[in-house]
């Protein structure tokens, strides 16, 4: 029982961290980014065939090299974040909204449809695994997955500090005053194209850090492990917890998760209808995002414009013009300035 | 050169189906402003839905057509009803999300009452024949004559009858057609069902022409009705139709020089061109800088 809470819990703990990274598109930019299991998909595969060695045929990828886990992790992130600095400069350059998310989702499928038929790079539908130890043998199997367990834990936190630390930072208050206002945005003098693809980059580059851990965790990696659909348990998981809100996120992935996989182990799968289970689960996923979006769209925990939680409720028009109007009156300002339709893009 | 010409051939089948469920899908759009998402999945509702119709109550092909035009029919009006009406009001991104839980919804309900193995019509492919350089089946001749058929009604349909003058109208503006004394929600549901009657339909001529339905073949279709009616103009049924017939044609070249497995790749690349010459549209006027529904 404790083995399987133990792989439980592993598994939300690096699930929490790709939901903050697809929040930080999603939530604080406004982004609907479909295209984000990709990014993940890309840091297990590059993390896997930099440190699982040469491959034997009839399997093929690139690369096959024996480096140290660390070294791999840090590769594999900066090739996933040049990977989504092409695929951000195409989608953020001039669409919004469903443009964008409809360039993701083509995106996403064009590479699903490449590498699950371009065997040279990941083995194809094959895909590629392969035992390696990040901490070099020497353990049990058990010592090593409570290790493994408590090293994603203590990591989650890391990274949940460092994101609810940019979350609360200037330009985490300046992201969502771009998400909610371009035009002022941009007439107060921020970039909008570059503070949108800076968020998107960092989002991406989260997801391809926790496909790293997870490639350590489950050793073995193919398309149907990745399928798009994949990922709309994450979505559940942010509309639960509540968009724009780390903590919440990470909260709505446990929570998700876990449920998940507990309620639905209680579904019987019987042999003759192996998709039986899926497939309710895939049905209650749906109808969670759809209730949620429908009657509390902000989630358990809601996103707190400009509050970092010392200085009481501010709205982020203040916040803003503080810096850039000196002025008592700036929300008129500011107003005004909407009102007489000055278009900036 | 011949297996350019058959392979034109071909595409010429697949675009006139695309082209019905790309019209669909931007009607869908026009109306009520949603890129569905769940599109697909009414497809594959028409194409089971013939399935059943032939092999439990072994109706003829005629007939199937109907029974998969009436299931589409009624599920673009269960998706108006229970879900797009709902949304309302709502960003356009909050509904193109919620139309994804409802994708998921359809495609497992689909998956658990016919299961994940494919299953195929048994109707008589008929002859081989040349016609010009093209070589078609009689089957295939009847695909693309009746995707015309249908194509030529819609158009009918859109300039012709009152309601779809009344269609127009609240594509336009929804408000300004509501207070001008047009019945908006029926005009948008009347839409829904048209939609979903002609993606029915093109559901079953898909699954006739591929010749294998699974419960994820109509998903596959979403990304190219998608690029279609994007890469011709997003809401405008006959800029999406020439969109529609350029997609065919390229993916079916594309197919012949290269593979027909990087299809999708090669709709993707053909999207992200237009989007970034022409993000309005191919066959719109007008240019903008930012694009946002």
């Not at chain 1, 019987?270 to 995002?289: D, N």
């Not at chain 2, 469920?21 to 769940?38: D, I, M, Q």
């Amino acid at each position: 029982m404790l083995q399987y809470w133990t792989a439980i819990l592993t598994e939300a703990a690096i699930f929490a961290i790709l939901a903050m990274g697809i929040d930080m598109i999603w939530g604080w930019a406004g982004d609907f980014d479909l295209s984000a299991y990709a990014y993940f998909a890309l840091g297990v595969y590059m993390t896997m065939v930099l440190t699982i060695g040469k491959p034997h045929a009839p399997v093929t990828y690139v690369f096959g090299l024996h480096l140290f886990f660390p070294l791999a992790v840090v590769l594999a992130v900066v090739v996933v974040v040049a990977f989504a600095a092409i695929i951000g400069a195409i989608a953020l350059r001039s669409l919004r909204e469903v443009y964008f998310s409809i360039t993701t989702l083509g995106a996403v499928w064009a590479i699903y449809y490449w590498v699950e038929n371009y065997t040279p790079l990941f083995n194809g539908y094959n895909g590629v695994y392969g035992l390696f130890d990040p901490l070099g043998g020497g353990l049990s199997y058990n010592a090593y997955h409570y290790l493994f367990f408590a090293a994603c834990l203590i990591i989650l936190l890391g990274v949940y500090l460092l994101v609810s630390r940019i979350s609360t930072s200037p330009f985490g208050r300046m992201i969502r005053a771009v998400r909610d206002d371009e035009s002022a945005a941009s007439v107060y003098g921020r970039n909008v194209f570059w503070a949108k693809y800076r968020t998107y980059l960092f989002g991406a580059g989260l997801a391809g850090f926790s496909g790293s851990l997870f490639a350590a965790y489950i050793g073995a990696f193919n398309p149907l492990d990745w399928r798009p659909t994949e990922i709309f348990v994450l979505y559940a998981a942010i509309l639960v917890g509540g968009r724009g809100n780390p903590k919440g996120v990470v909260l709505g992935s446990f929570i998700v998760y876990v449920g998940f996989v507990e309620l639905t182990r209680y579904i019987p799968s019987p042999a003759a209808r192996p998709e039986l289970g899926p497939a309710l689960r895939q049905i209650l996923i749906g109808l969670l995002i759809i209730l949620m979006l429908k009657f509390r769209p902000s989630g358990l925990i809601p996103e707190r414009l400009g509050g970092d939680g010392t200085e009481g409720r501010r709205s982020w028009r203040t916040l803003f013009a503080k810096r850039t109007l000196e002025s008592k009156d700036s929300d008129v300002a500011l107003g005004a300035v909407s009102a007489s339709g000055v278009d900036a893009s | 050169m011949s297996i350019f010409w058959i392979s034109i051939g071909m595409g010429i089948a697949v675009a006139a189906i695309l082209a019905l469920s790309s019209v669909a899908f931007t009607l869908e759009y026009a109306v009520s402003r949603v890129v569905n998402l769940a599109h697909g999945e009414v497809l594959t509702i028409g194409a089971y839905a013939a399935y059943v119709a032939e092999t439990t109550f072994h109706f003829n092909l005629y007939e199937c057509a109907i029974v998969a035009t009436i299931f589409g029919a009624v599920t673009g009006m269960a998706l108006n009803y229970f879900l797009i009406e709902r949304f309302r009001g709502q960003k356009s991104l909050s509904t193109l999300i919620a139309t994804l839980g409802a994708s998921l919804i359809l495609q497992n309900l689909l998956l658990i009452a016919f299961g994940g193995a494919s299953v195929s019509y048994a109707f008589n492919q008929g002859n081989l024949l040349h016609v010009g350089p093209f070589l078609w089946t009689t089957l295939t001749i009847r695909v693309i004559i009746s995707a015309v058929v249908v194509a030529v009604l819609i158009y009918i349909f859109l300039q012709r009858t009152k309601i779809g003058k009344a269609l127009r109208a609240v594509a336009q503006n929804r408000e300004l057609a509501q207070v001008s004394g047009i019945p908006a929600r029926s005009v948008v549901m009347r839409t829904w069902a048209t939609a979903g009657a002609v993606s029915g339909f093109a559901g079953f001529l898909y699954g006739e022409t591929i010749g294998t339905i699974t419960p994820t073949v109509g998903n596959g279709f979403l990304l190219l009705s998608i690029t279609a009616a994007v890469g011709g103009g997003l809401g405008r049924p006959y800029p999406t139709l020439g969109g529609a017939l350029m997609l065919g044609l390229v993916m079916s070249i594309a197919g012949t020089y290269w593979s027909s497995s990087y299809q999708l790749v090669v709709a993707f690349g053909f999207l992200v061109l237009m989007l970034l010459v022409k993000p309005n549209g191919l066959f719109v006027r007008g240019k903008a800088q930012t694009v946002r529904a």
